[in-house]
């Protein structure tokens, strides 16, 4: 294989592996607010989050993993919204436990 060609496969593995991971992260996300069950928003969901997040700032700049890149990128800052968010709701509904 040309270095080229295994660059090509590299960065969109990369890619792949950042939108992967961002929606076994949604998929557990979704799986905690409808069973109720929050052991899963342990070390697995935050590690699953940065990781879409910074595999996808990786894979954007080579233009064969963009679309990649721009997706796992995407769903890593709509999950950290999401979190954020549901952070702040919650606290603000009931801020003194």
């Known amino acids: 294989m040309e270095l ?5 496969l ?3 593995v990369i890619g792949g592996m950042s939108v ?3 929606i076994v ?6 799986i905690a607010v409808l069973t ?3 052991v899963i928003m342990g070390d697995l969901y ?3 989050m940065w990781m879409a997040f910074m595999l996808g700032i990786i894979a954007v ?3 064969s993993s963009r679309s990649f890149g721009v997706r796992g990128l995407s769903l890593g800052i709509y999950l ?5 968010v549901t952070f702040i709701v919650g606290w603000w509904i009931y801020p003194f436990p």
């Open 46 to 48: 935050f590690s699953l």
């Open 20 to 22: 992967l991971s961002g």
């Open 80 to 84: 950290f919204v999401f979190i954020s």
């Open 25 to 30: 992260a949604l998929i557990l996300i979704n």
């Open 61 to 63: 700049f080579p233009k």
């Open 10 to 12: 590299f960065f969109s």
């Open 4 to 8: 080229g060609k295994l660059s090509k």
């Open 36 to 38: 109720g069950i929050n």
